[in-house]
């Protein structure tokens, strides 16, 4: 009858919640956290591969064909993030106008640069196969006088040497070499930061997605240094390691924490092209000296690190640890 949809149209009203218009800040962050998932799992190898493993329905045993399976997903996975790392890499190459590309172009190990070369040469080195070691010492002789404008050159740099490195020993990639990882972040700051200014909407979107493409290629940078420094070993004899060195999530935290796991990965990627290349041994007065930490074979937890002053600087190195304090202990 007429009243009882009367009624009907009362109870869904009152019942349903109201439509509200959302307001351009949560929809601006609500947007910034579908990209950095997004992100996060087309760049980040060991969660795509911790979301592809086959779960089993029930606990049983694992049969030779469940074990097949598991390694063809696992393949299959590699597989995908190659691709679309080579395709991230080739598209933004695309977008690099010619002489820079040309100077930059991978070339053969000592091309330019040797065991003898001086400061200057290693700086405006293009990328070798194997890479250029670029120890501590030289990455900040070349950051601090140019304002961080060189790092961008050395960020450039060692994801293109590991990406050509990759390809040349297994045909497949798990980061998206200097093209894919430092000119995706260059570009959305250039557009970005300029519609900030003007007020446009999506400006301040894309300088989070910047942020967040280049953090999680930091995160997956220090994963790949640590692969290669255990991966064969004589590299892992002739580096003194029996663990990887770095932890990857520590990218993650605020500075200053996570300049100290930077300037680690920073000496032991260098350290293991210098092995790659046969180049002998050489001090880094800033690593191995002024600053312990860097140099530290064992890889240390935060709680150590805090615990014992010895890591921090050459004039602590004699100091006692604060055992005394209790939440620092393990």
Not at 131 to 141: A, D, K
């Amino acid at each position: 009858s007429l009243n009882s949809v009367r009624n009907r149209s009362i109870i869904t009203d009152h019942c349903l919640p109201s439509q509200t218009m959302a307001s351009p800040g949560v929809v601006r962050h609500q947007a910034s956290l579908v990209i950095s998932t997004f992100l996060f799992l087309a760049h980040s190898s060991v969660v795509s591969e911790a979301f592809t493993a086959p779960l089993p329905n029930t606990i049983r045993i694992r049969t030779s064909h469940t074990q097949n399976n598991a390694k063809a997903d696992s393949s299959s996975s590699e597989d995908a993030i190659s691709d679309f790392c080579q395709g991230t890499n080739e598209f933004w190459k695309n977008l690099v106008i010619e002489p820079v590309r040309n100077y930059v172009e991978i070339q053969p190990a000592e091309s330019t640069v040797t065991a003898t070369s001086d400061a200057l040469t290693k700086l405006t080195a293009p990328p070798e196969r194997p890479g250029i070691p670029r120890p501590v010492w030289l990455t900040i002789l070349g950051s601090v006088p140019t304002g961080l404008i060189w790092y961008g050159y050395y960020k450039f740099s060692v994801e293109e040497e590991l990406y050509q490195y990759e390809m040349q020993e297994t045909g497949k990639v798990s980061g998206a070499g200097g093209y894919g990882t430092l000119f995706p972040f260059v570009y959305a700051i250039l557009i970005g930061f300029p519609m900030t200014l003007l007020h446009i909407p999506g400006g301040e979107l894309l300088i989070e997605a910047a942020g967040a493409w280049i953090l999680l290629g930091q995160v997956n940078l220090y994963k790949r240094v640590n692969e290669l420094c255990m991966e064969e070993e004589d590299i892992r004899a002739e580096l003194g390691l029996t663990d990887p060195p770095l932890y990857e999530w520590w990218a993650l935290l605020p500075p200053p924490l996570d300049v100290v796991v930077g300037l680690r990965q920073v000496h032991f990627l260098s350290e293991f092209w210098r092995v790659k290349r046969g180049y002998p041994s050489e001090k880094d007065v800033i690593a191995d000296e002024l600053f312990p930490f860097i140099s530290m074979k064992d890889r240390f937890t935060l709680k150590q690190f805090f615990r014992r002053p010895k890591y921090w600087f050459w004039f602590t190195k004699e100091w006692d640890d604060f055992n005394n304090i209790s939440f620092l202990q393990d």
